[in-house]
């Protein structure tokens, strides 16, 4: 009984290590940056992305307008000023630069933001399509070529055209 056991776990471990040392890694790759140009939606995005951005630059260029208005009304008239009116157009002037140089780091957080809620459902159906793709053909490992991270690579599949037909592009 004892030599039994023995031989079915000397069999067991035998055949474990064979089962495991015959599945070899199936590596492929993909451009990402390739991928989401021409991703759909991915106009539609950007579009309303850049209405986003010149709402923005206008109303940044209505407050440096104002400013330059200011400051030039201030230069021509200085001179004219009694020390109270100075310091006061003075402080206006600077309180007025604070509000834009506020309003420009607020629109970048408020820009950055819309970005990523336009483009993040984009990303999410390429990140899908990719995961499925190498699911449905036995990948172990996808590259995104696009970053440039990887020195050396073992020979991989480029899975572009895999992708592009899980998501119904040309």
Known sequence: ???????????????????????????????????????????????????????????????????????????????????????????EIRELGSRIETYQQNAQELLQAKEKELLQPIIDRAKQAISDVAKENGYTYIFDSSTGTLLYQPESDDIMPLVKKKLGLN
């Open 1 to 91: 009984m004892k030599k039994s056991l023995i031989a079915l776990l000397v069999v067991l471990f035998a055949f474990g290590t064979t089962t495991y040392a015959q599945k070899a890694n199936k590596f492929g790759h993909i451009n990402s940056a390739d991928l989401m140009q021409i991703m759909p939606g991915k106009e539609e995005a950007q579009a309303a992305f850049q209405a986003e951005v010149e709402v923005h630059d206008t109303q940044l260029k209505a407050m440096q307008e104002e400013l330059q208005k200011k400051y030039n009304d201030y230069m021509e008239k200085q001179s004219q000023m009694s020390d109270l009116i100075r310091s006061t157009k003075e402080q």
